[in-house]
């Protein structure tokens, strides 16, 4: 018996209990039901040649974060969903689950309670107005194209996913267990090479709160843009029209006639042969949302795991017919599928495994969304109707598209999405050699797919003649009718990255002492394409962090990280960061009875972002050129020419970053207050020489001579009470940011205000405008734009330096420089089954350039596009002293369509962000129904809009950049626990 049961002890299912080997056999199944969904996905990739095998020996990086412990207890559980106090809150740092109360570095952490209540498609949407630091900016509201970028203290930072540099963000919300923003060099020194930017870091669910849990949840609802275009009829665009032609030429004869607008007006027009479609409604539609999620989580003595199924269908924004046998419209359908699994084989190792695959398929009309959209605002009203008497698609050998054809009648596009990442990690605890000791290492292989498929078609209009004379009507045909073949096959993209990890730690304490120690190596390799070498990081780190008595912490870590894109023999940066942190609270001097805890923490050190381009060390040629004649016989010789100028001595950007901040909890922690205040120079940063010699006969390579300072003030504030039956909490954040461009290689202007140094990054440059010329101005002996004679109603710009003409001379900074506030508010309350969850978010002092060649705000574009409510606007000597638009003009008018400060407008806003009320069934109606929960809920995103552009009619994040206005979705739906 003793000799069996040592035996025994070896083997991994003889030493888990009976339950537990129920739960392994569970556990089993869910891998094996993941595992084959996993080789289909997979399947339908290699089919299609989605995978480069022919790729040898791949070194990979991967910067995998590990759980120390295998199960955790009820407290953590609730923590990672939300529910205790700020000090119990933990987090990752690269692969260190850390404690609130023993952090030096800066970060900021949401959990999963936090993105729930947002009915979004992609990940990168649930962020905006809960974090402090973190700028969010969604400027489309496209099927299946609406994720948001991210500035985090004005930089553009790297994605983290469960330890893994990934790209991927199009997957379920409710996959989130946490996300984790590093700002400081401390938080993102593991990162190497990439941690200039700041770090995402994600971490996505592993286990649930019981031994097993099964949860589904279904949600619909409907989007709509924020705002839609209000274009004019055709009465208001023919007498705009008349006015706009005699600006441009006071004797022309009015286009449209006085008979005709009349007609138009009293609605007695011919809608065949002087029609008034407004084909924005023609056409576009509300957009139906469905989303369906399943996922089943456990754990036990041995085990733990968390598994997902996921379809999000989005419907298109345009209408469709049931003529087509096939669908038309930009809908959007992925379906998702997650394991994330652990086994303890013995007390030593234990095999982590997370698994993922997700499927998306969209659509479009053949002519393509950009196509449909651009004929929308180019198309007048009155130019064709939808359809002639006979029922044909209507138009004019000028209109030769029918919008409705293209939206019907074009084929279709499809495109295929397909994405499968493996990660597989082994951990070996090493106490047998020293307590506190282990090892892990860890594989991780990435691939997407992306492929295009054209099945456009070609289609007929007609032109409508009506009876003349005794004959009959008649239709000019122009185009013809093509059909549906098989189309053709674009390979959009191909992308394989492997990472490698492998890591050793020690968790020790003594005494009053505790230390732990993370050193790391990991190589990521990234095949973008199959006609590139391949990108390859390799990072070296170890961080080491030493806390005495509970009260005092130093942090110090290191990296040593290359990338293969730099020359050899300078491809690798050392980067050293360091913390220190002091908790107040826990000296004897401190007797503040209602402050629980106060810590003063403090970071700085050396980051780094890699991003040189593709080998541009090397000088690279262009073969096979033009070719030049060469001889008695003029014989033709092909060329090789130098296709960009290499820098041989380009290196990677560089930052010196340091924080500090003041952490404190009040009243048994029920208030929480984070305030940081951060210096970040960065310098060697790539830019191009702005003053080039025009007889170089190259382009420039870039060079590292850049110096920008970023510097600003967080904070963060936090009320929690769950003590009472009305249990409620409300958390806010403000940031302020402002950045200065130390050094941008400026030549010697001869004035001040020509510099980019000295102003924040990014600032656009444009003349200052003065309002508009008036009627009996003396317009040559008033500075205008050279070449160019000015009529009253155009913008008039200030002679900066008085030398009497407008020109490159006179262009300075546009906008305000005011440092950019962002901040958020979220309030939950909860009473008697009943919850309410209110975001609301805003920005302050941000610039909106409307650029006035845009089709979503010039009039008349190209001669002949629509005209929208704020033409109305526009100046004539009636409305002088009133109007916020120039005299219209057809086809453009280069005076004031220049970069101006006329159109640079103030982009604050407030947005309702996300709302939401929900039910959930009192636990004594559903004991005898074997379910945990049912919860009824309906919630809103981007609800209502406070902004300062309503006579513009635009959306303050997306402006003029996109044709689809950010979304507003309101949803409904029911989530069921067993």
Known sequence: MLINRQVNEYNMLSILKTKSRKGILQLGLVISFVLFLNISVFSQVTNYKRVDTAISKIDSAALQKEDFLSTKDSAEIQQELGNTTYLKNRFFIGDRNIQQQDNVAAVSTIYAKDVSTTPVRDI???????????????????????????????????????????????FNPNDIKSITILKGALASAMYGIRSSNGVISIET???????????????????????????????????????????????????????????????????????????????????????????????????????????????????TSPINTYNTNNKFNRYNIRLNASVDFNKDISLDIRLFGSIANSAEPGSSIQSIMSSIYSTPPLAYPVFNPDGSL???????????????????????????????????????????????????????????????????????????????????????????????YTLNSQYTTSYYNIQMGLDRGWAKSKLHILGAYNVENDVATLNQLNEIYRTASITANYSYDDKYIAELSSAYSGLNYYPPGHRYAFLPSIGLGWIISKESFFNANTVNFLKLRASIGQTANGNPGYFSYIQNYIINGSGTNIGATSTNVTTAYENGIANPNITWEKAWKGDVGLEMAMFDSKFSSNIDYYYNRYYDQLITPPEQSGIFGNTYPQINVGKTRYSGLELALGYNNNDHKVQYSINGNVSIAANKVLYADDPRYPYSWMYHSGIPSGTMFGYQAIGFYQTGDDFQNIPHIDGYTPQAGDIKYKDLNG???????????????????????????????????????????????????????????????????????????????????????????????AASSFWMKNGSYV???????????????????????????????????????????????????SYFADPRVINAGISLKL
């Not at 006071?250 to 007609?263: E, F, Q, V």
């Open 124 to 170: 990168t949407n649930v962020m905006a107005g809960r974090i402090s630091g973190l700028y969010t900016l969604q400027t489309s509201g496209q099927t299946g194209a609406d994720a948001a970028s991210f500035l985090l203290r004005g930089q553009s930072p790297l994605f983290v996913i469960d330890g893994v540099v990934r790209s991927f963000t199009d």
């Open 205 to 319: 669910k592993d286990k649930g709160e019981r031994n097993f849990e099964l949860h589904f949840s279904a949600q619909g609802g409907i989007s709509s843009p924020t705002v839609t275009p209000k274009i004019l009829n055709a009465y208001d665009y023919a007498k705009l029209y008349d006015k706009a032609q005699l600006n441009d030429n006071p004797s022309a004869t009015p286009k449209y006639t006085d008979s005709l607008l009349n007609a138009y007006q009293n609605g007695t027009n011919d809608p065949f042969l002087s029609p008034n479609v407004n084909w924005y409604n023609v056409v576009k539609k509300y957009v139906n949302i469905q989303h369906y999620n399943i996922d089943m989580s456990g754990y036990g003595k041995s085990y733990h795991y968390f598994a997902s199924l996921e379809n999000f269908n989005q419907g298109g924004n345009f209408v």
């Open 394 to 488: 209507g138009g004019s050998t000028i209109f030769t598209n029918n919008i409705d054809g293209q939206t019907l009648h074009s084929g279709y596009l499809l495109e295929n999405s397909r994405t499968v990442t493996t990660d597989v990690k082994l951990k070996y605890k090493l106490d047998d050699l020293l307590k506190g000791l282990w090892a892990s290492g860890l594989v991780s292989i990435n691939n997407q797919y992306h492929e295009t498929i054209n099945r456009e078609k070609s289609f007929a209009i007609y032109q409508y003649s009506p009876p003349q004379g005794g004959n009959p009507a008649s239709y000019l045909k122009i185009g013809s009718d093509g059909t549906v073949g098989n189309g053709s």
């Open 911 to 961: 947005r309702l962000k996300n709302v939401e009320v929900g039910y959930s069934v009192p636990q004594r109606w559903l004991n005898h129904a074997k379910f945990r929960q049912i919860r009824i809920f309906v919630n809103a995103y981007n609800l209502v809009t406070w902004a300062h552009l309503s006579a513009w009619n635009l959306d303050p994040e997306t402006g003029v950049n």
């Open 803 to 897: 030398d009497g003409v407008i020109n490159f001379l006179d262009e300075k900074p546009l906008g305000t420089t005011a440092p950019l506030i962002t901040y958020g508010l979220n309030g939950r309350i909860s009473y008697k089954g009943f919850d309410i969850n209110v975001l609301f978010q805003g920005v302050q002092n941000s610039n909106l350039y409307i650029n006035p060649t845009s089709p979503l705000i010039q009039e008349f574009q190209n001669g002949n596009g629509i005209v929208q409510a704020i033409h109305l606007d526009s100046w004539t000597p009636q409305t002088a002293s009133t109007a916020i638009y120039p005299r219209l003009t057809i086809g453009g008018n280069s005076n004031n369509t």
